[in-house]
């Protein structure tokens, strides 16, 4: 079973600022890496998918790289409305697995 | 447009079987690689995966959770069911069914529904 770890667990980060949060898988999954966004009491929401390709309505301050094992989530500039838990999930194979998460905080 | 919503009792008692069901529109489940999903969150904790059927009626299952879980789907009906057996309070969450398309990311999501394990 494919396992993904997020660093870090948590980031306090001033508005304006540029966040980064990694995501690596225990083996090669190519791009099948998805980032999603959840706000306190409310459902995931994709932010980006296969790595990379950005989604429809999502502000392009977001951003994602990687291949492989290593995979980046970037957000510049960030604003007060970031303020959330970040996950990475893949599905190159089954069982799907999600990272353990990482929580954006606003200074 | 698309939308899930999950329904289910929001209490059951330690050993009871759990019944949630999801109903979506916007798309069908006969549709060559439409996917359903259960996915859980435990109250301030991490997503954990639990459960996927294919437009094929293909079942798969989280490794651990695999002897206690059931999936199915009513196409007729737009729904997709997911039982739950020997419930534990360990499994108290917050369930959500999500949509997959063709083996990708889970582009929309229910809005969740809090299941609460306890006697």
């Known amino acids: 079973e494919i396992v993904l770890t997020q660093s870090p667990d948590f980031q306090s980060v001033t508005p304006k600022e540029k966040v980064t949060i990694t995501c690596r898988a225990s083996?090669?999954?190519?791009?099948?890496l998805h980032w999603y966004q959840q706000k306190p009491d409310q459902s995931p929401k994709l932010l980006i998918k296969y790595a990379s390709q950005s989604i429809s309505g999502v502000p392009s301050r977001f951003s994602g790289s990687g291949s492989g094992t290593d995979f980046t989530l970037t957000i510049n500039s960030l604003e007060a409305e970031d303020a959330a838990t970040y996950y990475c999930?893949?599905?190159?194979?089954?069982?799907?697995?999600f990272g353990q998460g990482t929580k954006v905080e606003i200074k | 447009q698309v939308t899930l919503r999950e329904s289910g009792p929001a209490l059951v008692k330690p050993t009871q079987t759990l019944t949630l069901t999801c109903t979506f529109s916007g798309f069908s489940l006969s549709t060559s690689g439409m996917c359903v999903s259960w996915v859980r969150q435990p109250p301030g904790k991490a997503l954990e995966w639990l459960a996927l059927?294919?437009?094929?009626?293909?079942?798969y299952y989280s490794t651990s959770l695999k002897t206690r879980l059931t999936i199915s789907k009513d196409t007729s009906k737009n729904q997709v069911v997911l039982t739950m057996t020997n419930m534990d309070p360990v499994d108290t969450a917050t369930y959500y069914c999500a949509r997959m398309g063709n083996w990708g990311p889970f582009d929309y999501w229910g809005q969740g529904t809090l299941v609460t394990v306890s006697s």
């Open positions: 083996q090669s999954i190519g791009s099948s």
């Open positions: 999930h893949q599905s190159s194979s089954l069982p799907w697995a």
């Open positions: 059927i294919d437009w094929d009626d293909d079942k």
